[in-house]
């Protein structure tokens, strides 16, 4: 770098987001925080081999100060807000503030209701429309019995996935708040497995329950870490049970200092381009798959949460044609 003024420099690095000094084409000064975006690049540089995206470099070189934002500096979905300011001497000083978890919480904000109203419209479309048809004098019993039968399964699920929204905001409003109470994983594990019984003998399959009758007890909520465990089971009897593999695994055990709940099928598996993003929410790997069979796209983005908020972790695994297996580990103290 040019010799600066020692006040300066001072200065330049004080500043917390990437802060560059231009004159002309040539680089005059950079920071510490945009040595560490760009590299560490000597005095006299070409700014054109430092900042390639097309916009900042243009506006950089006009020579005005503005102030604009662009993607692609330093990563292909990084959005920046970068300030453009003329000083003494007709150098430029750049300086880029990275707004992209604010974009992706807009983002994110923006699919979330989009998706929330898609899945509430879809089945109250066909209400409506059952509804209207039963309204006819003419209409044959069979088929009133038929449409009445179809208004009430949409209803059941217009209301599945209003209680998951209710249950997910009740979640995030809690996130940063911990559990006071202490749960005994012995007694959730038991739980877990009868509030499942009744699904499981639907799809013919059964739960196979591996955990120690006396676990040391850990902090948590009771009511939130069962519906962990329920929306496990839930998925795994849902779409990892066939009649050839008709067996789920909950296991709970001590690790450390955790306890390790696992639920396991041996069921198709998910693909790993899906993996990454199964918790997020309304996210399907088979749409088409999971309303048949009752899911909201809820109930993995709960998990999640729930885990979180416990200071836990949650690992998913899955091979296709092997089967899916889920730990959640939660501290014991």
Not at 46 to 55: A, G, K, V
Request: with cysteine; glycine share 8%; proline share 5%.
């Amino acid at each position: 770098m040019i010799a600066l003024p020692a006040l300066a420099r001072d200065l330049l690095d004080a500043l917390p987001e990437p802060a560059l000094l231009v004159r002309a084409e040539r680089l005059l000064a950079a920071n510490a925080a945009a040595r560490a975006l760009f590299g560490q690049q000597a005095a006299g540089t070409d700014i054109r081999l430092i900042i390639r995206q097309p916009q900042a470099l243009a506006a950089i070189l006009s020579g005005r100060s503005q102030e604009l934002e662009v993607t692609g500096i330093g990563g292909v979905d990084r959005s920046w807000a970068v300030t453009l300011r003329s000083v003494n001497g007709g150098a430029m000083l750049v300086r880029l503030a990275d707004v992209s978890m604010v974009r992706a919480a807009e983002k994110a904000r923006v699919d979330f209701v989009a998706n929330a109203s898609h899945e509430l419209r879809t089945p109250l479309a066909t209400v409506l429309g059952y509804a209207e048809t039963l309204g006819e004098e003419d209409l044959p019993d069979e088929l009133r019995q038929r449409f009445a039968g179809s208004i009430l399964h949409e209803a059941r699920r217009m209301l599945r996935v209003v209680e998951d929204l209710m249950s997910l905001s009740r979640i995030e409003a809690d996130r940063f708040v911990l559990p006071a109470g202490r749960v005994d994983p012995a007694e959730l594990v038991t739980m877990a497995a009868a509030n499942a019984s009744a699904l499981a003998e639907r799809r013919g399959c059964q739960v196979r329950v591996d955990a120690a009758e006396s676990l040391p007890s850990i902090p948590g909520d009771s009511a939130q870490l069962l519906q962990v465990l329920d929306n496990l089971l839930a998925n795994a009897l849902r779409y990892g049970c066939s009649p050839d593999r008709p067996e789920v695994l909950l296991s709970a055990a001590v690790s450390g200092r955790s306890v390790v709940f696992v639920v396991a099928d041996k069921g198709d598996g998910i693909p790993p381009e899906h993996l990454p993003r199964i918790t997020q929410r309304f996210y399907r790997v088979d749409e088409a798959r999971s309303r048949d069979s009752g899911g909201t796209g809820l109930g993995l983005a709960i998990v999640k949460h729930i885990v979180e908020r416990h200071r836990g972790t949650l690992d998913i695994r899955s091979r296709v044609g092997q089967g899916t297996e889920v730990r959640v580990r939660l501290p014991l103290r």
